[in-house]
């Protein structure tokens, strides 16, 4: 098994989907970084050699931003948004949609599903 990154890559799966679990890594990003150093993209994980995962490492540390790090730069985007009181800062801090998506009736994702009391019925009594 292939770890990388923190990540333990799943081994029966193809190095080109494989790569995307890591945080930050998407399919044409893997596919970039496979053609830079030559791999098969239908290669599978437990094929792969150990200098092939020592190169893929270190494009991955050397030349993107992945994982922790983006988490944390990511966070720290959010809050300065919100330190300087941005209409999306505003939005982040409520808890609804941030790019102009319509809350009337849609925006369960960011607004979590509300049960209603009207037409609730009442225990019988015994």
Do not use: C, F, W
């Amino acid at each position: 098994m292939a770890r990388i990154a923190g990540i333990d890559l799943p081994k029966n799966k193809r190095i080109e989907t494989a790569l995307t679990y890591i945080y930050g890594i998407g399919l044409s990003r893997s596919q970039k970084i496979l053609d830079k150093i030559n791999i098969n993209h239908n290669k599978h994980v437990v094929d792969l050699n150990d200098n092939e995962i020592t190169n893929i490492r270190s494009i991955l540390e050397n030349e993107y931003v992945i994982e922790g790090d983006l988490r944390r730069l990511e966070s720290i985007n959010i809050k300065r948004l919100m330190e300087i009181n941005s209409y999306r800062g505003k939005r982040h801090r409520i808890g609804l949609p941030l790019r102009g998506q319509r809350t009337r009736t849609n925006g369960r994702t960011r607004r979590g599903i509300k049960k209603t009391m009207a037409g609730k019925k009442k225990a019988p009594k015994k």
